[in-house]
């Protein structure tokens, strides 16, 4: 047993706690508590949680609440709760229950007294959980849309400028349904920047100068277009929604670097946001581990967010376990270089895993149980050949979610 991949899940861990939503609501409520009677509203892969911090920090001020959450990341307390409305939605690609989500949080502010406060407790999976269609659109077109998107290679805020385009309430639009009711909008980041106008698609938050579409198949750019035209133009006197980050990738790298600290380890937390294909990533983040990375052995720490264009007829996997792989190919034979690497939400791809932690001995592993792990690299199908390999990390839902970790030892 390698004894640096304890080291490398101990500090995954740590990062994960410190980012958590129940933990990060809780405290921001010890800071700012909203005046009088609170009606909450979360939606997330995080919501569940978030709302669990909402529960503990407001008590009685919390009158009811809309939670909107990932099939399979709820929260069976929370439902036994007679304040709470929970709803099961779907990701990564929207379907019925989306629409039908859109539907009960529209009508969930119109049922909010006037003079009530709304709490929105908002993360990332948000733009494929909720959704309120322009006239005409329909869900096969949305599903189209997402699919081609999902597949496309396109970066996070290229592709919820996209999402924004072909929503009633996303870009802030959801600000033309509060009415009078004052409202506040904490937030977990799972975007570059944390712009609250980029997260969950910026419900509440429109942006500060909208970007032009990315170049999109005629096909899909004649629909974006008819629905943007659709819209109804926002009223200047909407109401501007104040909004907090509480948790960002940056504070689960310093957590990461901090629980390393605790190891006796030394550390190097780098900057750079990983972005790009996770195959030529993966490739060459071992490369460095393995040659300039020797110059300061210890823990490395990398957050980000690549990408994967996915190959006609794809197989299992996620980026994370994509990146992993294709590190695990440079790191072959290599006996001093571990790396892991994991989407902080719990889950990678359509996969019960949240990415992988690979070394030296990976690639011989899968190979020998009969598997081929360039053909799986080509087919963007890891994920049966890191599970056979024993190198799959599964934490199940996380109650939190601020993009992917990258972290190494080198020893």
Not at 49 to 77: C, F, P, S, Y
Not at 297 to 326: C, D, K, M, S, Y
Request: glycine fraction near 12%; hydrophobic fraction near 40%; include cysteine.
């Amino acid at each position: 047993m390698n004894p640096h991949r304890d080291v490398l899940l101990h500090c995954f861990r740590e990062a994960l706690e410190a980012v958590n939503g129940e933990e990060v609501v809780r405290r921001q409520l010890v800071i700012n508590k909203p005046k009088g009677a609170v009606h909450a509203v979360a939606i997330g892969k995080a919501a569940a949680a978030m709302a669990q911090g909402a529960r503990a920090g407001l008590g009685g001020k919390l009158k009811r609440a809309l939670v909107i959450t990932r099939h399979g990341h709820g929260d069976e307390a929370l439902s036994r709760d007679g304040r709470f409305l929970c709803l099961e939605s779907d990701h990564p690609l929207p379907g019925e229950a989306s629409l039908a989500a859109g539907g009960r949080l529209l009508a969930f502010i119109e049922e909010t007294p006037p003079d009530a406060c709304l709490l929105f407790l908002i993360s990332g999976g948000t733009s494929s959980l909720v959704e309120a269609l322009p006239e005409g659109m329909t869900l096969a077109d949305l599903q189209r849309l997402n699919g081609w998107l999902l597949g496309s290679g396109l970066d996070i805020q290229a592709m919820n400028r996209v999402r924004s385009g072909f929503s009633r309430i996303k870009a802030g639009r959801l600000r033309e349904y509060l009415g009078p009711r004052p409202a506040e909008v904490w937030l977990i980041s799972d975007v570059p920047g944390n712009d609250p106008a980029v997260i969950g698609s910026g419900l509440l938050t429109p942006p500060r100068e909208p970007s032009p579409l990315p170049t999109l198949p005629a096909g899909l750019s004649e629909m974006v277009h008819r629905a943007m035209a659709a819209h109804a133009t926002p009223s200047p006197s909407a109401p501007s929604v104040p909004a907090r980050v509480l948790a960002t990738l940056e504070d689960a790298c310093r957590a990461a670097g901090d629980a390393a600290r605790q190891r006796h380890c030394p550390v190097t937390v780098h900057g750079e946001f990983l972005k790009g294909e996770a195959a030529e990533r993966g490739a060459a983040l071992a490369h460095w581990l393995m040659h300039e990375g020797r110059a300061t052995p210890g823990v490395h720490v990398w957050g980000g967010e690549t990408t994967v264009t996915l190959p006609e007829n794809p197989g299992q996997g996620g980026r994370n376990q994509h990146l992993a792989l294709a590190a695990a190919r440079v790191l072959s034979g290599c006996p001093y270089v571990t790396l892991l690497a994991a989407g902080t939400d719990g889950s990678d791809g359509v996969t019960s895993a949240t990415g992988a932690l690979v070394d030296g001995g990976t690639w011989e592993r899968i190979r020998a149980h009969g598997l081929d792990p360039d053909q799986a690299l080509s087919t963007a199908n890891a994920h049966p050949c890191l599970q056979a390999s024993g190198d799959l990390l599964e934490t199940g839902p996380t109650g939190t979610n601020v993009m992917d970790l990258v972290i190494a030892h080198i020893s």
